[in-house]
């Protein structure tokens, strides 16, 4: 086992009970990685397939001791636990869960690239990751990650609040 490690985890959902599907992840997530913050949750334009139901992302931050590729392993099994089943890439999901950050290590495996090889092209990774860890700076990058996320376009992303608009009866 490696020593405790800073891992950044993205989370996202557009199928079923989106809020709810982020809460279990976590909470499934917890098993692996002692979490120390979580962004807000924000609704965001799906990504790839654009024909598809709105994402609710998040980003958590943790420690944990588990080397890369058995953190991914983990991860992916809880998206089986939760339903998750391979369709078109970048199509709806339960759930997803990608690891963004694993300390301040460059990491080249087939099946896992870190940091994130498309996370400086998606702002609904950007700006969660921005407010959890603001100033953080990308392995590989020099400058912040608020000066990346100006470099994005952020249009559609916005805080989730499950109840807008004025007074709804319950």
């Not at 020593?3 to 599907?21: C, F, M, Q, T």
Request: glycine share 8%; charged share 20%.
């Amino acid at each position: 086992m490696s020593k405790d490690e800073v891992v950044h985890i993205a989370l996202g959902s557009n199928l079923g009970d989106r809020p709810g599907n982020l809460v279990r992840a976590a909470e499934l997530m917890s098993e692996l990685v002692e979490i120390s913050a979580a962004s807000s949750i924000y609704e965001t334009p799906p990504w790839g397939v654009v024909d598809q139901p709105r994402f609710l992302n998040q980003v958590i931050k943790g420690n944990t001791s588990l080397a890369p590729m058995n953190l991914l392993y983990e991860l992916k099994a809880i998206e089986r636990l939760m339903g998750r089943r391979e369709t078109v890439r970048y199509g709806p999901r339960i759930i997803d869960l990608d690891i963004l950050l694993y300390g301040d290590r460059v990491i080249n495996y087939n099946r896992l690239q870190v940091p994130h090889p498309r996370m400086l092209e998606r702002a609904f990774v950007l700006v969660p990751l921005a407010e959890i860890s603001p100033g953080i700076i990308l392995p590989n990058n020099q400058l912040p990650v608020e000066s990346l996320l100006q470099q994005v376009d952020q249009t559609g992303i916005e805080k989730f609040t499950p109840f807008k608009g004025g007074n709804r009866e319950l």
